[in-house]
């Protein structure tokens, strides 16, 4: 059976090498191609590999390469820090035994942590390894609609995302970025696990029913942690800029914290302040979970 952490390696390898063309690492272009990106001949004469070498690794077969190889590699395909982190985690999880046994235990909030979103001015929400939403507080609610009458496991960003009743048909402008910003934390999520079955259900499901995840799946961009400026269209107080930062909470993996925050000032903050002033007085707010 091949090794999971060992078909990822080889599956982000192909992905990484189909982005880069010769003209990026000083090669000439030579005759017809077959393939969109580098040969697999021209990456590993970049990286000091053999072919063979490197065609074993990007088909999942038995291989276990060095820190130092890793370093080639990553260095040939002009890996950024995150995507280099994520390359050694998958390289060096392969090199293990598959383990007999994984912690797969319920994800749990700290008291701690619940008791700082409610009294926390803005909203922000804790998502687990796979993007469920795990707990929230009445500014997310505010801002996001009362995801309390989903099913539990309907309860994750991504799902919701590639939810065409709920993201008006992709109309939003920025909705393609914040789709890839998830899809890559779900990608180093399944880099610590790639069996979980979790992780197995959402992206089985979102393969089969959405053409839009499968091609943005396929980049495997990866992120690990997070932040950039979102605009929410929220009927009753018109547009919204705020930004967002990604807080990571403990555990190995752990949960995350997602708050978002208006500059001092600004229209957002007196919009956002409007907003929590209506959900106040409001009895049934609207269920939105995403951007309109």
Request: proline share 8%; net charge neutral; hydrophobic share 40%.
């Amino acid at each position: 059976m091949t090794h999971p952490y060992a078909r990822e390696l080889g599956d982000f390898l192909r992905a990484r090498r189909s982005r880069l063309r010769p003209a990026d690492v000083g090669l000439e272009p030579g005759g017809r191609r077959k393939v969109t990106g580098l040969r697999r001949e021209e990456l590993a004469l970049l990286a000091g590999l053999s072919t063979d070498y490197y065609q074993r690794m990007e088909q999942g077969r038995e291989v276990r390469p060095s820190d130092d190889v890793l370093d080639a590699i990553a260095a040939a395909l002009g890996l950024d820090d995150d995507e280099r982190r994520h390359l050694f985690t998958l390289a060096r999880a392969a090199r293990r035994p598959v383990p007999v046994r994984v912690d797969r235990g319920p994800e749990r909030v700290p008291d701690g942590t619940r008791r700082l979103l409610r009294v926390m001015d803005t909203p922000a929400v804790v998502l687990g390894r796979h993007l469920d939403l795990l707990d929230w507080n009445p500014m997310a609610e505010a801002l996001l609609g009362d995801p309390a009458g989903l099913p539990v496991d309907r309860l994750n960003m991504l799902l919701l995302m590639f939810d065409d009743d709920r993201t008006g048909g992709r109309t939003c402008s920025d909705w393609e970025r914040q789709a890839l910003d998830y899809i890559g934390m779900m990608r180093a999520a399944v880099a610590t696990d790639p069996a979980h079955p979790r992780a197995t259900a959402i992206v089985g499901e979102l393969s089969i029913r959405s053409a839009e995840f499968r091609r943005l799946w396929a980049r495997h961009d990866v992120r690990v942690q997070v932040s950039g400026r979102k605009t929410f269209r929220v009927p009753e107080v018109g547009d919204i800029v705020l930004d967002w930062d990604s807080y990571p909470l403990p555990g190995s993996p752990g949960p995350v914290m997602l708050v978002w925050t208006a500059q001092p000032g600004s229209s957002g903050a007196d919009r956002l302040r409007l907003l929590a002033s209506l959900h106040a007085t409001r009895v049934a707010p609207p269920n939105r979970l995403v951007d309109e």
